[in-house]
């Protein structure tokens, strides 16, 4: 089992950037499946960016703005986030997952200013 904290989130302008981080309180090294979500209010949780088994995927809508990167070394997994929208204002979860059992921190919200 292993527990995430992200953190990282805040208020920011349009067009400004942000990096999430999430921190596992043991190694990630062997999860096979790592990525964000994020949920605005009134809305479905979705899908943001996923590896799974060494592939990225990103969610059409951050393609080219959003960057995951993974430090097994640090057991973090970052979100450097650049050219937000306000559209992005969302609470940023992430997520490490192997065969089934997933792990999901409690979240860090992003409000972007127009």
């Known amino acids: 089992q292993v527990q995430l904290v992200e953190s990282g989130g805040g208020l920011v302008q349009a067009g400004g950037s942000l990096r999430l981080s999430c921190a596992a309180s043991?190694?990630?090294?062997?999860?096979?499946?790592v990525g964000w979500h994020r949920q605005a209010p009134g809305k479905l949780r979705e899908l943001v960016v996923v590896?799974?088994?060494?592939?990225?995927n990103y969610a059409d809508s951050v393609k080219g703005r959003f960057t995951i990167f993974v430090d097994n070394a640090k057991n973090t997994v970052y979100l450097q986030m650049n050219s937000l929208k306000p559209e992005d204002t969302a609470a940023y979860y992430c997520?490490?997952?192997?065969?089934?059992?997933?792990?999901w921190g409690q979240g860090t919200q992003v409000t972007v200013s127009s």
């Open positions: 590896i799974t088994n060494g592939i990225t």
């Open positions: 997520s490490v997952g192997r065969f089934g059992n997933d792990y």
């Open positions: 043991g190694s990630i090294s062997h999860f096979n499946v």
